[in-house]
């Protein structure tokens, strides 16, 4: 399989209403500053790459949603910068942690909650450890500095979505942001559930 057809059809856009998922339907994102505290657990089934064949627990603490505004600043860092831009952008936000296997995990940069008619999504993307060996050797995952999550939750039913553990972003057409994995597939996310702050609808 080509770099192309590993290119995810995950692209967002980014208009003066908030951020919205560039699906058959649009949604609307980033809906004000809320702080919560809530709790997703869950299971990273890997497909391909670092991860294939392996299940993980999965947890994301989610302490506030990214609002529009910040939305905005990410896109216009993207816009002006590139990626290099937008991660720079990003490192200055903290929504909450994620959480992939027994470890102490990373800062969820960036938390964007959108309410659906089944349920609510959430969208996760934050700044990724690099390792010694991708700096060392120069290694091509080097220019995939974001990890990437996209959670659908209905409320007390088990959710499910996707995680790219490292991705690339671009933006394409203006105001589309298209999310490259770096592995063949992304991995599968099962058996989220949500604790804690107002429940999923």
Do not use: H
Request: net charge positive.
């Amino acid at each position: 399989m080509n770099r192309r057809a590993r290119v995810l059809l995950l692209c967002v856009v980014c208009a003066l209403s908030g951020l919205t998922l560039a699906r058959p339907t649009s949604v609307v994102m980033g809906q004000g500053d809320r702080t919560v505290s809530r709790t997703i657990t869950g299971t990273v089934i890997g497909i391909s790459g670092r991860l294939a064949g392996r299940s993980l627990p999965f947890r994301l603490i989610v302490n506030r949603y990214t609002t529009p505004d910040e939305v905005q600043r990410l896109n216009a860092a993207l816009q002006s910068g590139g990626q290099d831009e937008l991660l720079k952008v990003l490192s200055t936000m903290n929504a909450g942690r994620i959480q992939i296997g027994n470890n102490v995990g990373v800062t969820a940069n960036a938390i964007i909650s959108t309410p659906q008619e089944a349920g609510t999504k959430v969208v996760v993307i934050y700044q990724r450890n690099i390792n010694f060996f991708e700096l060392r050797y120069g290694a091509r995952s080097e220019n995939y500095k974001f990890g990437y999550a996209e959670l659908y939750l209905s409320g007390r039913q088990a959710g499910e979505g996707t995680f790219i553990p490292a991705a690339q972003v671009r933006l394409r057409d203006g105001n589309t942001w298209e999310v490259e994995d770096f592995g063949v597939f992304p991995a599968r996310l099962m058996g989220l559930q949500v604790t804690g702050g107002p429940r999923a609808r």
